[in-house]
């Protein structure tokens, strides 16, 4: 990449040298010109890539001359005032930099600039990528010759993100002559370096800078084995990227990095079973946090299947304890549940799958104590079931009721009307009045008898409020419905 450089001073041009040599990879060549009069000869004479150029020397006529030429511009200016400013935006500049320039802004700025590979390039590009592919997936034979080049393999923590990953990294001017081949859920990269410090220097750079882009980390395996095939080299950094289980992300592997993996009995023992029981009742997260975090200990690493098949048993003994005590009920709880259940099988990451399991278990824990602390019987129905069986008695009230329930008069007048939507009074009343419906139709029983049935002392009474539910005496009532009935049968 050919970069022009205009700066009235030549230690500021080698200072920015220095730096960009030594983050980009690829190659870098930097023409330096302190002469404002030099620069559109210098322009014709190297035909840049970049220009970074100081606005103070933009005269009228080499503003005229770089307005007509397609190249990305950066501006640099000692004077940060509106003169300037309007003089970057009249050359469509993509940055404007005050004096003394930041070089990691810079790098930045670089970093968003297209890359311009040529026709042919691209084509070769495309013939090779077509190659390697078919390399990979026919599994050709013989050995993929690593000389002067490094093979590794990119994962990044969300595989939707991987097309954007690929077309990221050809982009990036780090690597010099990267070939990318964008698989399912990683990308395979081939570069021409052969230095593992400075390959591991360069990959730590583009995790970083992947970081910033995209908010989210990668893990990279770079084969360091001996010649083989192309799909055994791929195999094997794959291999090596499912260290993420134990390790997460932003990490660089070496593909002879290997785990211990040991086998783990993944169904609870009596005496786990037990432990979680007893925790569980007795809201003790410690013990659980102790319990799980066993599995993330650095010092093993049990097989990853084993692991969630064994936190799917614990979620067994968790399910007894959500019935016992009826939260399954609860529909947040359940959706929760069957979150973890699917975040367990699913997540790439037992150290989230673990922080996970921990805060179910504090929201089941908390659960199960407001159950505690919130009254264990709902007044309201309990006020129903006693006008249900009592309401026949003409003594049973309002004040009755909540002597019953060893409660005050007000607070189960004002749960009740909350909960019914009518006063407690007036429920027993229109329970009354339905029993006594009934027993008009289906007995021959005297008025007087069915009211005394009901809890009306007062015939008169109970005539009147019969009459306010069903615009009839109760004795027009059952001739009514004795009338339509006898109609219906003929």
């Not at 559109?40 to 503003?63: D, Y």
């Not at 249900?388 to 909540?402: G, I, K, P, S």
Request: hydrophobic share 40%; charged share 20%.
């Amino acid at each position: 990449m050919k970069i022009l450089i205009v700066e009235r001073d030549f230690e500021e041009i080698a200072g920015i040298e220095w730096y960009l040599k030594n983050y980009f990879m690829r190659e870098i060549k930097v023409i330096g010109v302190i002469d404002g009069s030099r620069i559109i000869e210098a322009f014709e004479e190297t035909q840049p890539e970049l220009l970074l150029i100081e606005m103070e020397l933009v005269s009228p006529s080499i503003e005229q001359f770089l307005q007509k030429q397609a190249i990305p511009v950066i501006g640099i200016t000692a004077e940060p005032i509106f003169q300037q400013a309007m003089k970057a935006i009249r050359l469509k500049a993509i940055d404007l930099f005050v004096k003394p320039i930041p070089l990691e802004q810079l790098k930045s700025a670089l970093l968003k600039i297209p890359s311009t590979k040529s026709a042919a390039t691209s084509s070769s590009t495309i013939s090779v990528e077509t190659q390697l592919y078919s390399d990979l997936y026919l599994n050709k034979p013989g050995n993929f010759s690593l000389e002067g080049k490094s093979f590794f393999l990119i994962e990044c923590a969300d595989y939707e993100h991987n097309f954007m990953l690929y077309e990221w990294l050809i982009e990036l001017p780090i690597f010099q002559n990267l070939i990318a081949l964008p698989l399912q859920n990683r990308v395979i990269c081939i570069v021409d370096i052969d230095d593992s410090t400075n390959l591991f220097r360069q990959l730590r750079i583009m995790s970083q800078e992947w970081e910033k882009f995209s908010g989210e980390s990668l893990n990279i395996a770079v084969y360091d084995g001996k010649e083989t095939t192309l799909l055994t080299m791929y195999q094997a950094c794959k291999k090596t990227l499912a260290q993420r289980f134990y390790k997460g992300y932003s990490h660089i592997f070496k593909s002879s990095q290997t785990l211990h993996v040991t086998r783990l009995d993944p169904l609870l023992t009596p005496e786990e079973q037990q432990l979680w029981i007893t925790s569980l009742e007795n809201g003790d997260l410690k013990a659980i946090k102790t319990f799980l975090y066993t599995l993330t200990k650095g010092s093993t690493y049990y097989h990853q299947d084993d692991v969630r098949i064994h936190l799917t048993s614990i979620l067994a003994q968790i399910r007894r304890f959500m019935m016992k005590y009826h939260l399954q009920q609860q529909a947040k709880m359940e959706q929760q549940y069957r979150a973890l259940f699917h975040f367990i099988l699913e997540h790439p990451i037992l150290y989230s799958i673990v922080q996970e399991f921990i805060l179910f278990t504090q929201r089941l824990i908390d659960a199960r104590k407001n159950l505690q602390q919130q009254q264990i019987a709902d007044y309201t129905e309990l006020a129903v079931e006693i006008i249900e069986l009592d309401y026949t008695n003409a003594e049973l009230t309002l004040q009755h009721a909540a002597n019953e329930l060893n409660i005050s008069t007000n607070y189960l007048s004002n749960v009740f009307s909350k909960k019914r939507g009518i006063p407690f009074k007036k429920y027993l009343q229109q329970y009354r009045v339905q029993q006594a419906e009934k027993l008009l139709i289906e007995t021959s029983l005297g008025i007087g008898s069915i009211a005394e049935m009901v809890g009306f002392t007062d015939g008169n009474y109970f005539t009147k409020v019969f009459r306010e539910y069903y615009q009839l005496t109760p004795y027009r009532y059952r001739l009514q419905v004795r009338k339509t009935a006898g109609s219906a049968k003929n």
